[in-house]
T-cell receptor
Framework: GAGVSQSPSNKVTEKGKDVELRCDPI?????LYWYRQSLGQGLEFLIY????????KSGLPSDRFSAERTGGSVSTLTIQRTQQEDSAVYLC???????????????FGPGTRLLVL | AQTVTQSQPEMSVQEAETVTLSCTYD???????LFWYKQPPSRQMILVIR??????QNATENRFSVNFQKAAKSFSLKISDSQLGDAAMYFC??????????FGAGTRLTVKP
């Protein structure tokens, strides 16, 4: 596809259930970010993947949150035992990495709106 | 750690007029990137403009331009000839060369017809 895609676009779940959010980055983009955006707030960094390097997980708020990136492409963000405070929009972004190792501009997906009841 | 501050939670502008959105940041690095992103109600984050810190010339993209003051660590966005479609949340963002990216809390822009 032409852009970053995310699925589902909306997810409603019950407290205590596990959820999986998917991100398909732009083809060829080796860098992938997950962010969380709570209602009316800015973006909170969660996790960053770059090629085959170990991911930067420094933004994950608790051990209930985890993410994988298979084959250097699609990524899945998993939230276990969801809590009401997990309700937010989860945004994914991808970018190229330049020859100097620096990222180019990040392009964002449309996000997944998660509501935990 | 780098921080990005947008001191205006909300701004409004009359259609066809000019508005400036403020952004300041804190960093000890000398080289970095700055961005303005727009987020309309559709939630899609759209890159508006990008500035490399080593460039003295202010970036411009059609009706959008920035006033980059490196010494003051200020990066404001000017929107000229405002259009109804410019109504959105605007986020200022900082990215270091180590790829650490930080966003401000956002400014909600309303355009009045």
């Amino acid at each position: 596809g032409a852009g970053v895609s995310q699925s589902p676009s909306n997810k409603v779940t019950e407290k205590g259930k596990d959820v999986e959010l998917r991100c398909d980055p732009i083809s060829g983009h080796t860098a992938l970010y997950w962010y969380r955006q709570s209602l009316g707030q800015g973006l909170e960094f969660l996790i960053y993947f770059q090629g085959n390097s170990a991911p930067d997980k420094s933004g994950l708020p608790s051990d209930r949150f985890s993410a994988e990136r298979t084959g250097g492409s699609v990524s899945t963000l998993t939230i276990q035992r969801t809590q009401q405070e997990d309700s937010a929009v989860y945004l994914c972004a991808s970018s190229l990495v330049g020859t100097s190792g620096n990222q180019e501009t990040q392009y964002f997906g449309p996000g997944t709106r998660l509501l935990v009841l | 750690a780098q921080t990005v501050t947008q001191s205006q939670p909300e701004m409004s502008v009359q259609e066809a007029e000019t508005v400036t959105l403020s952004c300041t940041y804190d960093t000890s690095e000398s080289d970095y990137y700055l961005f303005w992103y727009k987020q309309p109600p559709s939630r899609q984050m759209i890159l508006v403009i990008r500035q490399e810190a080593y460039k003295q010339q202010n970036a411009t993209e059609n009706r959008f331009s920035v006033n980059f003051q490196k010494a003051a660590k200020s990066f404001s966005l000017k929107i000229s000839d405002s259009q109804l479609g410019d109504a959105a949340m605007y986020f200022c963002a900082y990215r270091s060369y180590s790829n650490d990216m930080r966003f401000g809390a956002g400014t909600r822009l309303t355009v009045k017809p």
